[in-house]
């Protein structure tokens, strides 16, 4: 197989200390959250490796994420939440997943479920407290709640959890943390007015975890600062807080031209040479993750040298300046160790660091270096 132009190096050590420093901030269990493949990590790899540094539970959007990660670590809790009417619940009670039940449709499907399964279920429900996303309203909550604990005294279901989600954690100044905090003690409430005692009663993602300790109750499900990303670079930078870029996205310079003053690059001739300077192409482009939102600003780093995407980001290319004394087959580093990071990418191109890792196409190899946990 051909070379390929571009590789994601993913450091597990780094990630191994992510969750130490995030563990640091809590004495609440830690799920640690791998959904969309790990932020685009790997989703074996880094489950693996955060089960080994000894994260309590895993969680994932969807059920047949969860199914994935169960054939590969059968021991650890696995907690899921996202499916369709219809879907294979049947299949994720018999994998022993912890399903998230949070609509009036999800009751009956569940109850159908556990009974074609033949075992107990276990669920979490989930609530809106104010995320208007997921989960019963409290106008939806006495209900289910009284058909849930009727499914749990005859041993259909097991209520393990009760959740929901914040939708505004990182603004620390915001009132609606605590507004969604009295809001969660309220159906916890309604709950217990049912008979229900979850054992698990969870709500605070990274910037819960960072900035809102009054929310961590039993468990937290902290995602984006095991990947050494920042939560809200404009409250706290991930290296302010301590965290270390886990995934470097990297390519190579295939070719080079020296650019006369006033030269037109790329599609569109968007951007024109200030000064004459030494242009290379490197072969990673939209295709692969890139965003062209982020033409003639994306910053890159070749030999130890900050630099830029000149003009528009191609399919599968792109043109930057060439720092002087570098050439073909230099490393370009994108994102990550010893480059920008991938907050900095989300400011060029009008997004936030989640989406950097995640959008990296699943064809660019995820390689994990060896001398690095796990291998
Ligand atoms: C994505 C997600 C998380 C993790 O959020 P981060 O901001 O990445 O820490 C936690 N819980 C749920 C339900 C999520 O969808």
């Known amino acids: 197989m051909a070379e390929p132009v571009g590789s994601a190096t993913i450091d597990l050590d780094a990630l191994v200390a992510n969750l130490a420093t995030l563990r640091s901030s809590t004495g609440a269990t830690i799920a640690a959250i791998v959904k969309a493949n790990a932020y685009g990590h790997g989703l074996v790899p880094v489950s693996r490796a955060l089960v080994e540094a000894g994260a309590d539970y895993l969680g994932v959007a969807q059920l047949t994420e969860a199914r994935e990660l169960r054939r590969h670590l059968p021991g650890i809790p696995i ?47 989930e609530v809106d407290t104010g995320m208007a996303r997921g989960g019963f309203s409290p106008e939806a909550l006495p209900d289910a709640a009284r058909t849930l604990a009727a499914a749990q005294a005859d041993g259909a ?21 605590g507004r969604q905090l009295e809001r969660f003690h309220e159906a916890h409430e309604v709950l217990r007015r049912a008979g229900i005692q979850p054992r698990i009663r969870h709500l605070a993602n990274t910037a819960g975890v960072l900035w809102h300790p009054q929310t ?38 295939v070719a080079v031209r020296e650019a006369a003053p006033g030269t037109g690059v790329s599609y569109g001739h968007t951007e024109r040479t200030q000064r004459s300077m030494m242009l290379g192409t490197v072969p990673l482009g939209y295709a692969d ?51 920008p990071t991938a907050d900095e990418w989300a400011a060029a191109a009008g997004t936030i660091g989640y989406e950097m890792t995640t959008r990296i196409g699943r064809h660019i190899p995820r390689r994990y270096p060896p001398g690095t946990v796990g291998s």
């Open 79 to 125: 907690f899921t939440w996202l499916y369709a009417p219809g879907a294979d619940l049947v299949g994720g009670i018999g994998a022993g997943l912890e399903i998230s039940v949070g609509a009036p449709w999800a009751v009956d499907e569940i109850l159908v479920a556990a009974r074609h399964a033949g075992t107990v279920a276990p669920i979490h429900i």
């Open 157 to 177: 279901v097991d209520i393990v959890g009760l959740w929901s989600h914040l939708a505004r954690a990182d603004e620390p100044a915001s009132g609606e943390t």
């Open 216 to 253: 961590h109750l039993d468990m937290v499900r902290p995602g984006i600062g095991l990947y050494g990303v920042s939560p809200e670079p404009g409250v706290a930078t991930a290296a302010e807080l301590g965290l270390r870029p886990v995934m470097t996205l990297s390519s190579t310079v």
């Open 289 to 339: 993750g890139i965003p062209r939102s982020a033409s003639s600003r994306g910053p890159v780093s070749v030999g130890g040298v900050r630099t830029r995407i000149i003009g528009r980001v191609c399919m599968d290319q792109v043109v930057i300046e060439l720092p002087v004394g570098t050439g073909p087959g230099d490393e370009v580093i994108f994102f990550g160790a010893g480059g």
